[in-house]
């Protein structure tokens, strides 16, 4: 399990900016996905993935302490997509 922090020392190292920069655009991008997605607008990263919200259809649950039926209305929450080349590379090298 990777952290953010972890995440920017790395990229940080990789790429030979400073890690309060890598920070900064780090927090940048994930603040822009998340305002994308909550306006309900994909977010497509060629190789990546897509970002986006989904629609969850109202349906009936039951609460068990009362043994009552109740409905939960149609939602949406957010999703990501990966993309086929990203899948690919995980089931090829994972084993």
Same mark, same amino acid.
């Given at each position: 399990?990777?952290?953010?922090?972890?995440?920017?020392? +790395?990229?940080? $190292? #990789? !790429? @030979?900016?400073?890690?309060?920069?890598?920070? /900064? =655009? %780090?927090?940048?991008?994930?603040?822009?996905?998340?305002?994308?997605?909550?306006?309900?607008?994909?977010?497509?990263?060629?190789?990546?993935?897509?970002?986006?919200?989904? +629609?969850?259809? $109202? #349906? !009936? @649950?039951?609460?068990?302490?009362?043994?009552? /039926? =109740? %409905?939960?209305?149609?939602?949406?929450?957010?999703?990501?997509?990966?993309?086929?080349?990203?899948?690919?590379?995980?089931?090829?090298?994972?084993?």
């Amino acid at each position: 399990k990777m952290t953010k922090a972890e995440v920017v020392s +790395k990229i940080s $190292e #990789k !790429t @030979g900016v400073e890690k309060l920069i890598t920070l /900064a =655009i %780090i927090e940048a991008l994930m603040i822009e996905v998340k305002e994308s997605v909550v306006n309900n607008e994909s977010v497509f990263l060629r190789g990546f993935g897509t970002f986006k919200p989904k +629609k969850r259809a $109202e #349906k !009936t @649950g039951r609460n068990i302490s009362k043994n009552t /039926a =109740i %409905i939960i209305p149609e939602h949406y929450i957010p999703a990501f997509k990966p993309s086929k080349v990203f899948i690919k590379q995980v089931k090829e090298n994972i084993k």
